[in-house]
Every structure is written in C-alpha cells, then in structure tokens.
C-alpha cells in the first residue's frame, strides 16, 4: 500500500506505507503498533542522512533530527505485549540499542512522542513508535495535544515542533484507518473524525509561537497543519504532498482554506485533487515555508534561530500572534468543523468507505 | 485597434484586434461576425505552431489544440447569411477544407464553442466562429453557460475548458462593445452587462472541478475568469494581460478581489491598473496558474492529469471543491454584481462611453 | 543603537539610528530635530548612489532620487533654533549648497517632506530634517497626512511617494519614542499611538491610487504601510524589514493583516517575529513589491510608468481601486485599530517600556 505517486518528473516518491495486518484485522481496541517488524521494509528515502544516526543501520547512540540524543529512544517492539511491558516498567529498552535511556518526568508521560522543556521554548518530537514514517493515529494526535496544552501553560515563549527519523509526518496512518472502519464504521468514523479535529484545533487555539521545522517529507495532515504553525523551516530533503482525492479524502487540517490563501487556488488545488507534491524549495517560493536550509546545517540553523527568537518578550511574542491570528480564528475554527464533518460522513458512507478500501487495496496488490 | 501594448521588453506583443465595421455600424441585433475575411490579417503569433495544424494554412484535416479533430470544424464565413444558412442545414462546411464534418447532437447546439462529452469529463473549447481570437460577446458568454449547466447535470466529474487555436480567449471583443453601445447606450450596457454578470456567476456556481488548460495569451475577461476555475495549467506560450484601466474599462470576472488575493495587491494593481503583462512563468510563480508545460507536450500532459484526475471519486471531488469554494462563495457573487454594476455605469455615462470610444479610435488611427 | 541586524548573511545592513541627546533629555513638546550634526554619522551604504548628487559630498546642485531638483532642498541645520529662524523667513538656506532655494506655495508648508503638483498626479517624497533615514515622527506623520488630504482635494488623478536620500522610510524613531515615552508615559503613549494609527487610515482611505517608488531600505513602519498603497516599484537597492519583536514592538500599519495575506503566514511571521530581511528581489518574487528595477534607471522607469497611469482615465482608476479596496476597508480599519491599542498598551505599561528602553540601551552601550 503506497500513497499514489504522482505522474510527475522527479527523484522523490512517497514512501510506501506498511500495512500491519495483525491490527487490522483482529479488531483490537488497544493502541496497535503499525511499525514492520522487519527494518528491511522501512521507507527508502532518496537520500540517506549520513550524520543523523539511524539505529537500525548502526546500532550507535542513536540522536534526534535536531542534535541531542532522545531520552526516549527509538523503540522496536514485535507485539503490543512488549510495549505493554516496557510502559509498565516505566522505561523503554532496547537490546540493539545498548542505549539505556534516560527518563524523565516529561518524557515518560508520553509513547509517540518526545517533549523536552529547553531554556525559553518547549521542544516537541514526532517520534511515533506505534506507527511507521511518523503516521497519525487517534492516539498520537492525542499526546501532541497533551504536549501544547502544557506548553501552553507553562512559562515556554513559543514551541518548536520538529521530528526524530527521516520522515517529518505521513498524515494518517491507512493502515489504522482500515482497520477501525472496517470493525465499527459509525463509531470509529465518529472517533476519529473528532481526534483530527482537536488535534487541529489544538493548533488553531495555541497562543504562543509554533516553530516547525521539517526535516522530511510532511504528507496529508502533516502538511496540512503547517499554516496553522507560525513559523516553518525545512530542510532541502522535505517535501509536501495532500493527495486527498486520490486517496478518497477530502481536505483536512484547515487545508481547504489555508492552502488557496496561501499557495493561491491554482496551486492549492492540484496538490489537493491531483496530489501535485512540492519540493521545499517550491513550497519556500510559494509561501508554505519560510525559508529552506540545507540538510547538514539544518539543526543547527533551526536551533540558533529559535534560541534567538526565544530571547524576545514573551508578551510581545504573544500579542503578536494574537494579531496575526484573531482575524482568521472563527474562519478557521469553522473551517476544521466542516472538514472533520465530510470526513465522518464519507467515512460512514458506504460508498465512501469501499472507495476508501478499494484504493488502498488496488495499491496494496499492486505491490 | 489595439489592445494597448505596455512598456516591457518582451517577444510577445498583444494581438491586434480588428473591426469588422459592417458590425459596428449597422447595429443589427442578429448575430455578428467580427472575424475578419481577410486571413492575412490574422494574428500575427511569435511563435507559430508547427504541429498544430490551423486549416487557412494548408487546409488540411484541422486539429484542435488538443488533439483530435474538431467535430463542427472551423468556419470562415463571410456573411451572417452564409452561417444562418449553414445552422438551419445543421451542419457546417468549409469548401476550402475539404473535409466533411461529422456532426453529433452536442456540438450542434453551440456555433462558438465545442463540447465533446468525455469519459469522466466534459471538455469544452473556445472556437470562436463570430469573433477573432477568442473574443467574447454576450452570445458566446451564453453558450458557455449552457454547456457548463449541462456538465454540471450529467455524470462528468469535472469540466476541461480549453481553446482551438493559437489565443485563449482574448477578453471582451472591443469592437462588439462599440457597435453595440453606440446604438442604444442605457439598453445596451445592461444587457451586455448582465451577459458579463451571468457568464461569471456561473463560474463562480458551478460545483465540480474545472481544469482549464492556456494553450496562448489569455486577456481581460479571458484572465479575470482563471482564479474562478480550479487547476490552471498553462503552455509555455500563454501569457496574461488585465489592461482594464488602459481600455477604460474597470475590472471584470471578479479579477478585483481575486487577483489582490493571489498576486498580491502590488502585482494585481500593476496589472490592473497599469496592464502589466505577465509571461506563463511569472503567473505560475505568483499562483496564477498551477503549473507550466512546453507547448509541445502541453496538451498530451493536460490530458494525461484530466484523466487521472477524472478517475477519482465524483463525491470526493465535489466536496473538495465545495469546501474551498464555499467560503467565498458569497463574497465573489457581491465582488462580481459590484464589477458589472460599474461597468454598466460606465458604459451608460457619456463621459466613459466617449473615453472609451476615443481610445479605441485613436488606437484604430495609430495603426 | 541600530536596529536588530538579523542573523543572516548579506551585503546589507540595517543603518545606525543616533541618539540626538537633547532631544531625549529635556522633553520638549517642540519639533525636535534628530539629525545628528556631524555628517560622517550619515548611514554608511553599502552601494552608494554615484548619479545621485548628494549636498554633502560636492556641495553641488542637489537632485531628488527622482531627477529634478528639489524646491525645498535639503537642510542641514544644527539647532533647533536656526531651523526656527529658517522657518520664520519662510525659506531654508544652506550655505554650503551656494544654493538659492526657490520657493513655491506647496512646499512652504512642509518641513519633513516635499510636495510637488506635476501633471496628473501628486508627488510626495519623503525628506526628513529632523531625524535621520527618513524616520517617522507624529509631526513627520501629520505631515504626510496632511499632503494626502490636499492631494485626494485637488485634481491629481494619483499620488506618487517616493524619499530623498539613500533610505526610504526607516519606521518609527526609537530615539523620539525613548525621549517622550520617558518623559510622560501615558499621555506620550495615547499621542504617538493615535498619530500612528491617524497616519495608517489616512493611507486607508487615500481614494486615489498611491503609487510608491521606494529607492533603499524600508524598515519597520516604512515597510508596513506598502501593502496599503497600490503599485510598488523597489529599485534592487531596496530591502524590506519589519523587526518588531526584536525592538519589543507589535506589528502596526496593518502588517499583522496584510504581511500575511500577501506573503503568506510562514514568511510574514519570519518578518515579524525573527526580523528577517527581505532583498528587493525577494519581496518581489513574494508579492510585497510590483516589480524591480535597475537602480541607475530606477527614477526614469517610475516616471515613465506614473505619467502613463496618470494618462488614464480619473473615474476608471478611483473606481478601479474602489472595487479592488473596498472588500478590506473595514477589516483594515479594525486591524489598525487593535494594532494601535497594542502599542499603546505596550508602551504604557512599565514592563513594556522597561523591555523597550533595556533593549535600546543595550544597543546603544553595544557601539
């Protein structure tokens, strides 16, 4: 099962996304792992980031896009008996790894992702253990709100967002989508429409400054959401795609209207019916990015900016933003309420459910 | 007469458009044809197409800019007698083509457009027989509205709006405006209004996705109209040119809040205000138009991403577009009663009408 | 003390703005003049204007940025005193220039900025002598107002604005705000905001086109108010920076609105948050600026330009910015409105002022 590869010229593909076929079809109403357990099936990316340490290939103190090593880890657990025993436990292992992880308070609240409290602003990492690629699930969207509305209340300046692996977000995880529709379709439509919703509304209604910094491809609801964040730094190697109709979704993430702002109607219509998928730079020149830095000084130019930008006044920073943002508030409330609307009616739908189906398991044959 | 030719450097120039004076001063309510008999005074195009054949060239089998022959031809007409004879046989012919044209029950219905029923999609083409270039009058403005209100009734999943020839369409014709004003002021700046008002509301209404592909140079009306449709792809030949403010004229087609909204407000009012020529790169890297192609390969890529597109689900294309579009939907109907409602104060007031006519008469003079 | 000089590479730099300490210290409610006395503070450029005559340098005739001489010329007075003397005699003299200043009805009336009536339009250009880099002060503000509501009265069918010097507008005069806000915090606050906010609605409710030809640098508050005018024209020498949150101020001249809107939220919230520059080019190929031109050429271009949009018909281009305008007049009045309370609480407030004055004072002790 892959995301449709547009037709267009380019060294970049989507990368194909494993379906983890335990949880789709046991029904399981547990938090299920969608990562392979064979690496070998992991996302072949174009090019491969030498110095940002992958743990599969080496073994090595594995570290995070942005520089310093994750307490958390990467984990690799081959059923969700394991997971279970590591949360329990209170930390996660890793024999591979020979990595003993650091735990802290912040950190063992959370699975999917890591939160680090630096000096001025609090560092959120998609670091999804229960999907691959960083895919969204009901569950992780859930610990990313968690992690705003703190950071929203503690003494943070603003918030930077940003990614451990090679993949920033691949929107929705199908694989999940399949499987919960497919047991309960109107309860599960319901559910997980309302999940995208406050997901986006938790960056819709977040005060302070959102810094995101995108160190790979951000597909669907992950380049969705970017317009909601305040400022967005990529690395050479992102990309954006929404292949929406492709995919038998309709926009989301406030897409349907922050993309015809930004990227103008022509633009923002092709990447959402036709899947047209933008390079950073293109993405940069279009208004989606603020500026483009190259993949080896990318943390570290994202780091210096941020820190800067953390020496600011925090009310000045806040008001800011309220400025920039109250204007389009209700627009945008009102928008992310009518996308989640559509998404729960084709979801519920029969037919848009087998078209939904049918898709994803035309690519997965095709494979 | 021209269009008024801006100050840039650059190898495209703004065709001229001629009078056919016969029109102009008999105000005959009967339809007119302003194409002129003489092909040597045709428009004279930078760059001619090789592969495209245009049937005054050769007289070959004529094929239209995209590809497969045109059903109802070309025709060259000399009198209004000659085409009304042609309609009431329900066919047309062209003696010089020898080329007997197969007739089917759609393409009879128009006389200045094309619609072939596609698979998935409705393509319709401006083939001007009554104008140059693509010029629009309110009779051509109607047979577009009829053909989209039967695509927007049948099984189409999206409407292909493109041209036959070297020009996209080049905006309201001048000399159709003349005529028709100068006979009958207060009746005629109503009625030429209204054909405005409607040709752009049904745009503007019209739910499923419209992908228009620019084969040439798109003017006034004929550029205003694009950020109305949905995907824009656009030949390396096309470019665009709203010189409202040089021809007397304010602006149309809703170009007054979309262009702002697109190119920004210092771009739109050069265009508007100053009629700044934009090449098809330029409009692309503003937002004007999604992506562009080689003239050679145009129409093959154009219609290689219609069909792809046209193989998504109907419902998901529609609410797509319903949910980008329903947002301003109320805006663009006001934006556009309020374009039309100046123009037809213009035209009606002495003062404008005579600015008009004396630019167009001076322009006519120069020549 | 400087402006914040971003952490981005590039020739430019953003200019020294002196302290004139008198003015800071005895609080006099009186026209302060800011220009330091000494002319080797002047800005030093990195490109400096050789067919540009500069007084200082040759003591010869002195030009505008846009070719002929100016019927003020430009003073270099070192007290207050003199330029009341100055004034009082209704001319300015500068010896060194051996320069007869002529003297007619417009200009007498202004002191910060030159009004000339050419054919068809108005031009305004900015020419402080009481500050440096052509910074705005609330009597430099009042009196540009002040040109803009002759020039909606009289017959100019648009206003032209452009600046004298090597500097177009370098925002708000920190050293003024520092000398007033210290002497009477809230009443300063209430007079320098609403002189602010009188300024940005009398750019709102300009019914005309404003044209603004902007030769160098535009900072802050001289940046903001482009997106108000309707053609911008930037010779390459121009940049564009709005560091608001660096000088711990909040947007204003509707930049929260309209930097979004035209350059997309990712790039306008870099501007306002980080302080980023913009290159000429850049600001161009974004949407903030029309087109760029050749600094040598520039003057020509943008005269050319003006007096062909001048040729245009009155009615078409008032209602022709009436229809493009009147769809955000109300927002912009409300977003001006709430931008200037901001500023007004900011400054009123002890924190904020606190903020302000470290942040000055750090600069200041940093040379």
Same mark, same amino acid.
């Given at each position: 099962?892959?995301?449709? &590869?547009?037709?267009?010229?380019?060294?970049?593909?989507?990368?194909?996304?494993?379906?983890?076929?335990?949880?789709?079809?046991?029904?399981?109403?547990?938090?299920?792992?969608?990562?392979?357990?064979?690496?070998?099936?992991?996302?072949?990316?174009?090019?491969?980031?030498?110095?940002?340490?992958?743990?599969?290939?080496?073994?090595?103190? +594995?570290?995070?896009?942005?520089?310093?090593? *994750?307490?958390?880890?990467?984990?690799?657990?081959?059923?969700?008996?394991?997971?279970?025993?590591?949360?329990?436990?209170?930390?996660?292992? #890793?024999?591979?790894?020979?990595?003993?992880?650091?735990?802290? =308070?912040?950190?063992?609240?959370?699975?999917?992702?890591?939160?680090?409290? $630096?000096?001025?602003?609090?560092?959120?990492?998609?670091?999804?253990?229960?999907?691959?690629?960083?895919? *969204?699930?009901?569950?992780?969207?859930? $610990?990313?709100?968690?992690?705003?509305?703190?950071?929203?209340?503690?003494?943070?300046?603003?918030?930077?967002?940003?990614?451990?692996?090679?993949?920033?977000?691949?929107?929705? =995880?199908?694989?999940? *989508?399949?499987?919960?529709?497919?047991?309960?379709?109107?309860?599960?439509?319901?559910?997980?429409?309302?999940?995208?919703? #406050?997901?986006?509304?938790?960056?819709?209604?977040?005060?302070?400054?959102?810094?995101?910094?995108?160190?790979?491809?951000?597909?669907?609801?992950?380049?969705?959401?970017?317009?909601?964040?305040?400022?967005?730094?990529?690395?050479?190697?992102?990309?954006?795609?929404?292949? %929406? &109709?492709?995919?038998? *979704?309709?926009?989301?993430?406030?897409?349907?209207?922050? +993309?015809?702002?930004?990227?103008?109607?022509?633009?923002?219509?092709?990447?959402?019916? %036709?899947?047209? /998928?933008?390079?950073?730079?293109?993405?940069?020149?279009?208004?989606?990015?603020?500026?483009?830095?190259?993949?080896?000084? +990318?943390?570290?130019?994202?780091?210096?900016?941020?820190?800067?930008?953390?020496?600011?006044?925090?009310?000045?920073?806040?008001?800011? /933003?309220?400025?920039?943002?109250?204007?389009?508030?209700?627009?945008?409330?009102?928008?992310?309420?009518?996308?989640?609307?559509?998404?729960?009616?084709?979801? %519920?739908?029969?037919?848009?459910?087998?078209?939904?189906?049918?898709?994803?398991?035309?690519?997965?044959?095709?494979?």
């Amino acid at each position: 099962m892959t995301y449709k &590869a547009p037709s267009q010229a380019g060294p970049h593909y989507v990368p194909p996304l494993r379906v983890s076929h335990n949880g789709l079809q046991n029904g399981q109403m547990e938090p299920l792992i969608y990562r392979p357990a064979a690496r070998s099936h992991r996302l072949p990316m174009d090019r491969v980031d030498g110095e940002l340490g992958d743990m599969d290939k080496n073994g090595q103190q +594995f570290t995070t896009e942005l520089g310093s090593p *994750l307490a958390n880890g990467k984990m690799h657990l081959h059923s969700s008996v394991k997971r279970k025993l590591a949360e329990e436990k209170g930390y996660v292992f #890793d024999k591979r790894l020979r990595y003993n992880v650091r735990q802290n =308070e912040s950190n063992c609240r959370f699975r999917d992702i890591v939160v680090r409290k $630096e000096e001025g602003f609090t560092h959120v990492l998609l670091s999804s253990q229960t999907t691959d690629n960083n895919a *969204l699930t009901p569950e992780i969207m859930k $610990e990313v709100c968690r992690a705003l509305g703190n950071a929203a209340a503690d003494d943070s300046k603003l918030l930077l967002l940003s990614s451990v692996g090679t993949v920033f977000c691949s929107g929705l =995880e199908p694989s999940y *989508l399949i499987g919960r529709l497919s047991t309960d379709r109107r309860k599960e439509s319901s559910r997980i429409a309302d999940a995208v919703r #406050d997901f986006v509304l938790a960056f819709i209604h977040f005060k302070k400054p959102i810094v995101v910094a995108i160190n790979g491809p951000a597909l669907g609801l992950g380049a969705s959401i970017l317009p909601l964040c305040d400022v967005v730094w990529a690395s050479e190697r992102a990309w954006f795609q929404t292949p %929406c &109709a492709a995919l038998h *979704l309709t926009p989301s993430g406030c897409s349907s209207y922050t +993309f015809p702002q930004i990227l103008g109607v022509a633009l923002a219509n092709e990447m959402l019916f %036709c899947g047209r /998928k933008l390079t950073a730079q293109e993405a940069c020149s279009r208004g989606l990015v603020s500026q483009v830095f190259w993949p080896t000084t +990318f943390n570290q130019e994202v780091m210096l900016r941020v820190k800067e930008m953390a020496s600011c006044n925090a009310v000045v920073l806040e008001e800011s /933003k309220c400025l920039v943002r109250s204007i389009v508030m209700s627009v945008l409330e009102d928008v992310n309420e009518k996308e989640c609307q559509m998404l729960k009616q084709l979801w %519920c739908s029969t037919k848009g459910l087998e078209a939904l189906f049918s898709y994803l398991h035309n690519k997965t044959s095709e494979k």
